[in-house]
């Protein structure tokens, strides 16, 4: 089958999120699945400033792109929270009685993060979106309701890839492949 010339992207397939070192630099360990995703939004924003002069705007000039983003997925995958908030996931006991803890300290910081969706084509293949460098920089959250299932959702901002080689400066990609391929 050809690449189709326009994909048509449906649903939400698969988000991967892989934590990155304190200076955004270089990845740390592998991708982390968030095991029931059902959103991940973004929008591109930049901020501009305006040169203004004998009573008419004679320039405008951007500061460069930012992708706003937002997730949300169903359950608490631990690992995937402490990549996106910080903090330390351990195991202790010996089965059937092993506790998971994941703790945050209050001197914990926020690191960053990429995020990679996956969706259907409904022209064939799937479209990838890649989030270079992600910061959870609003809140947090979750909640334990009567009858209702746990979601966990969280909003940020992403930068630019700081990651020598050709994704050098990419704030976020979109990728058509013709034959559906799993996030790397």
């Known amino acids: 089958m050809a690449l189709a010339a326009v994909p048509l992207p449906f649903g939400l ?3 991967k999120i892989q934590k990155l ?17 059902r959103t991940l939004n973004f929008k591109e924003t930049e901020e501009f400033e305006d040169l203004r002069g004998d009573d008419q705007l004679v320039a405008t ?17 631990f690992e995937a929270v402490a990549a996106m908030v910080g903090g330390l996931v351990t195991t202790s006991g010996v089965s059937p009685n092993l506790t998971k803890r994941w703790r945050k300290l209050v001197t914990d910081q926020r690191p960053y993060f990429r995020a990679t969706g996956q969706s259907i084509s409904d022209s064939g293949g799937d479209v990838h ?36 080689g050709p994704d050098f400066g990419a704030a976020y990609d979109f990728l058509q492949h013709e034959t559906v391929a799993a996030i790397v």
Do not use: Q
């Not at 070192?21 to 995703?37: E, R």
């Not at 500061?63 to 995958?77: D, I, N």
């Not at 992600?134 to 700081?162: H, I, P, Q, T, Y």
């Open 13 to 15: 397939r698969d988000v």
């Open 21 to 37: 070192t304190d200076d955004g630099t270089a990845t740390v360990g592998g991708l982390i699945d968030l095991p029931y995703a």
């Open 61 to 77: 000039h951007g500061a460069g792109p930012e992708v706003e983003w937002e997730l949300e997925s169903g359950g608490l995958s």
């Open 129 to 164: 979106g890649v989030i270079y460098r992600c910061k959870m920089n609003d809140d947090f959250e979750g909640e334990m309701a009567d009858s209702s299932f746990w979601l966990s959702s969280g909003k940020g901002k992403g930068l630019g890839n700081l990651i020598a």
